[in-house]
């Protein structure tokens, strides 16, 4: 043996032939071991290394055989892992589409809280609006069914005009009406004025007042423009509907 500390095993998978070209060959001493032995007790050796040959036979026909179901076992484990790998797979398609829908769902949420929100500004501002066009307690017939501020303006400027019209008419009417009951007097009307104040025995007019004369005259030529201007946009509409 040498220096081994193991028993080396011959190279039969590597060496073509092995015992062919090394025959078995037994040590003398062995050989002197083998034929000092009682019959009885060869006999008992011999029976151990059969039984330990059919113990390797056995072994390796059951590992070779196991070796076969192992190598099933295996490809069957692949296969399933190839089908688990698919369906991992699928699943992260899965994964990324709900991840892709949950981001649309997410902004349209947000979407719809914004059009929720501009919504009840929306509310909120006709709410103030119906409001602040709500009519008041004893408001004048005037007012009614105004919506706008041009509406307003327009009204007031045909209030003006009705009312300078109307105090214009009566102070002429109150002349006329003294000159006729006093036909033989020669009435003096040069300097009255509708606005005049009787002060000190002199007629003043006050100067609120003859700035207001000035005034009314814009009402008027306004009033006379917005007429004119709706009597043109009703010629406009009526050659329209005509052409």
Partial sequence: MGGCSKFPVPRCFTVDRFF??????????????????EPEVRKQQHARDMAAMVRMVSSSLVLGDERESLVEQLNTAQARHE????????LKIAVDDLKEKQQ???????EHRKRGEELEAARVEIERLNAAMAPGENEHKAAEGLTTRADL?????????DFVEGTEYAFENVVQQIKCLNPDVE??????HVNGQVKDGQIVIPAGLADSDEEEDDVDVAF???????????????????E
Avoid at 153 to 161: E, G, P, T
Avoid at 187 to 192: A, Q
Avoid at 226 to 235: L, V
């Fill in 20 to 37: 062919e070209k090394y025959p078995p060959e037994v040590f003398t001493t062995e050989r002197a071991a083998i034929l000092d032995q």
């Fill in 104 to 110: 649309h769902w997410g902004d349209q949420l947000d």
């Fill in 83 to 90: 089908r688990a790998k698919g369906r991992i797979n699928q």
């Fill in 153 to 161: 303006v327009k009204v007031i400027a045909q209030l003006s005009h």
């Fill in 187 to 192: 009435l003096v009307t040069r300097g009255m």
């Fill in 224 to 242: 006379e423009e917005g007429q004119e201007d709706e009597q043109g946009d009703g010629h406009e509409q009526e050659d329209r509907c005509e």
